[in-house]
């Protein structure tokens, strides 16, 4: 019975998700054992393949046999239905029953067996293995149901039963049966239910296809052509719409002499709007990046978080967070180009962020959603909350993805939020917005070192450029942050004859790097900037401090040292820091130490910006503060008698770090400091190879 059988009774909501409505299971059989069809040519399928039809008086009886699954039909019926007019003698009838038993044995197996009953026959087959029986079963489910979207996916389903006129318009005697005349109409209702439903919830896309197959088995019922004509303009499939009414004109008049009824002129008038144009769906998206590279990971937990939808009763709300340049808006495209095909009813897209960093009014977006809508602006509301409440009762019951950018706060999010599941909601930010209730996020990082060359290549766009040595420097220089590899790849699209490596010379000097980094309009430095002048000024000040310390990571106390403040206020700057996308939380490392780290072109903008704000003896204390304390952290470890798990885990977690503290505070003239360090860590080295020795 293939796919639809498997469908089984999943939630509506979230088959729709997936573009597959969930269906009841009338019960019984395995998919890989039996399906009779008749909604469309007669077929036959045992597991899961077509099975060769009997000859055509079995084949006849077989057919009116299938009509009433289960029921018995008297064998004067069957005679008419199997023979028609020449209705053959109650003897080959009965030939004909023999037949067909041995072709159930043969063919089909034991799940289907031909029963005489009284004066006729019945075909007993296992529950839900005929298409017809599984169309009733829907059609009944939605009788029942209180639920809107389930009675939408419940009729859906019944349509999709449907593969042509039933046994394939077969003439006389079939044709004319009553049983087929019921079938034809069920389906006709069926179609007609599914399209009202579908617009009163906002949801045409979700009818379109079956209304316009069942439409295309009944051309003359106008009212069924008018409900398609009303979900093609719901659609803003406005060219689609006019040419249907078109052919359902020029049918009535060629064919029956008749002009359209009401309902058909009133469907086309309906889908016009004031300027004789049909409403479109929303599609806002920008464009995706061509040379989008990556992100292999995260593209699968985002898309598969959109394409779920199983419990939830509001919509799907999904944050991507990380500094500026890391890739956040381009990877909210992909997925949200990927996904769109789950969201018929459009998709909307707006920046958050206007130019200086102002935060867009949250007003002003939603005017422009409720104009792309259809609101007209005679009807768009004032307030904020009253354009909030329009917005979700336009958007209840459809299936609307929203992508917003370069969200500011949680506070101007929340007005923007649709009310109900069918929507998703898709956030790009630096904070994490940890305001939003039941959103789910992704904290976004520099992509691995493979990816960022793949880039790099791509944005420079000629063969051989990543398999330079140079372009590793390249990458490195450039912290692989995406935004600075993308234009480091321009500058050698540019540039033909350049190579990497003139390139790579242009960027090692630090002094000039976020001057190189910079092309068409496009900058990094101004990027960065903008997280920077988010901050409060003594946020601002504990960034531009700790940019000095060069170590890649460091832990809490130096950050405390280095700004002059106590553990807790020292805290409150790095928390605030991290939620700002300029610093990286790396938890606890081997000597339960919180630690922290800062991406090196973020690390590079805070130098620059300390040594334009802070004066030469600010800049030394910090860094004697900060690296004294190593130093003392070090002599103490060093002085622990025996093998102190402790000192060894601690001398663990900071080799990287005191490597780079006596190198800066050579650079920096810091003598004594760096001079004591490199004892200690030349005498750690030496007790470290003598307790080998004697291990050995």
């Not at 008018?226 to 093609?232: G, S, T, V, Y």
């Not at 992508?403 to 506070?411: E, G, R, S, V």
Request: net charge positive; hydrophobic share 45%.
């Amino acid at each position: 019975m293939g796919r639809r059988r498997a469908l089984s009774m999943a939630d509506p909501a979230d088959d729709l998700l997936t573009g597959n409505p969930g269906d009841p299971d009338p019960g019984g059989i395995d998919p890989e054992d039996v399906e009779f069809l008749v909604l469309g040519e007669l077929a036959v399928r045992s597991r899961g393949r077509l099975v060769p039809l009997p000859g055509p008086s079995v084949r006849a009886l077989l057919s009116a046999l299938l009509l009433t699954p289960g029921d018995i039909v008297g064998e004067d019926r069957l005679l008419t239905l199997a023979w028609g007019a020449d209705r053959g003698s109650r003897r080959a009838l009965q030939c004909a029953a023999t037949r067909l038993r041995t072709w159930l044995r043969t063919a089909v197996g034991p799940d289907a067996r031909l029963e005489h009953a009284g004066s006729g026959y019945r075909l007993a087959v296992p529950a839900g293995s005929v298409d017809v029986g599984r169309f009733r079963a829907l059609v009944a489910a939605h009788a029942r149901t209180d639920d809107p979207e389930r009675g939408l996916a419940l009729l859906a389903g019944a349509l999709r039963e449907w593969r042509g006129p039933v046994l394939g318009g077969r003439p006389e005697p079939v044709a004319a049966d009553p049983a087929v005349r019921e079938l034809e109409q069920a389906r006709i209702d069926c179609a007609g239910a599914l399209a009202d439903l579908a617009l009163r919830l906002g949801r045409p896309g979700a009818a379109l296809a079956p209304v316009a197959d069942a439409a295309a088995g009944a051309p003359y019922d106008e009212p069924l052509q008018a409900r398609l004509i009303r979900l093609l303009a719901a659609c803003g499939r406005n060219a689609a719409a006019l040419r249907q009414v078109e052919r359902v004109r020029r049918r009535l008049a060629d064919e029956l002499g008749v002009p359209p009824s009401r309902e058909v002129l009133d469907a086309h008038a309906a889908a016009l709007d004031g300027h004789g144009e049909l409403a479109p769906v929303p599609r806002q998206l920008p464009a995706t990046l061509c040379d989008f590279t990556g992100r292999r990971d995260e593209l699968a937990v985002l898309c598969a978080s959109l394409g779920s939808g199983r419990d939830r009763c509001g919509p799907l709300l999904l944050v991507i967070h990380g500094t500026a340049g890391v890739g956040k808006t381009a990877l909210a495209v992909h997925v949200a180009h990927r996904a769109a095909a789950r969201f018929e009813d459009g998709q909307l897209y707006a920046v958050l962020r206007g130019p200086g960093s102002r935060p867009v009014d949250p007003a002003e977006v939603l005017a422009a959603f409720l104009r792309t809508l259809g609101v007209a602006d005679a009807r768009i509301p004032r307030s904020l909350h009253e354009r909030s409440s329009l917005f979700r009762s336009r958007a209840a019951g459809r299936r609307i993805l929203l992508l917003l950018d370069d969200a500011m706060d949680d506070a101007q999010l929340h007005p923007l939020i649709p009310g109900t599941p069918g929507c998703a909601v898709l956030v790009t930010g630096r904070a994490p917005l940890a305001g939003l209730t039941g959103a789910r996020t992704l904290r976004l990082d520099a992509p691995p070192r493979a990816d960022a060359l793949t880039l790099l290549g791509r944005a420079a766009g000629r063969e051989g450029v990543t398999a330079d040595p140079a372009a590793a420097d390249i990458v490195r220089m450039c912290g692989r942050l995406p935004l600075a590899v993308r234009i480091a790849g321009t500058r050698l699209a540019r540039r033909p004859g350049a190579s990497p490596a003139r390139l790579a010379e242009r960027l090692r000097p630090e002094h000039r790097r976020m001057d190189e980094l910079a092309v068409r309009g496009i900058a990094v430095r101004p990027r960065l900037h903008e997280n920077y002048r988010d901050l409060d000024p003594a946020h601002r000040r504990a960034f531009r401090l700790l940019g000095l310390l060069r170590t890649a990571t460091f832990p809490e106390w130096a950050a405390s040292a280095a700004l002059g403040t106590g553990p807790d206020a020292a805290r409150a700057h790095l928390e605030a820091l991290a939620d700002a996308a300029l610093l990286d939380p790396l938890g606890e490392d081997a000597a339960g130490q919180v630690r922290y780290g800062m991406p090196g072109l973020l690390a590079l903008h805070a130098r620059e910006l300390a040594l334009a704000a802070e004066r030469p003896r600010t800049r030394e204390a910090a860094l004697r503060s900060a690296y004294g304390g190593w130093l003392h952290r070090a002599e103490l470890a060093a002085r622990a008698p025996g093998p102190a798990p402790w000192a060894a885990a601690w001398f663990e977690a900071e080799d990287e770090a005191l490597a780079t503290v006596v190198e800066q505070a050579a650079a920096h003239g810091l003598h004594d400091l760096g001079e004591r360090l490199a004892d200690v860590m030349h005498g750690r080295r030496r007790i470290g190879v003598a307790q080998r020795v004697r291990a050995d």
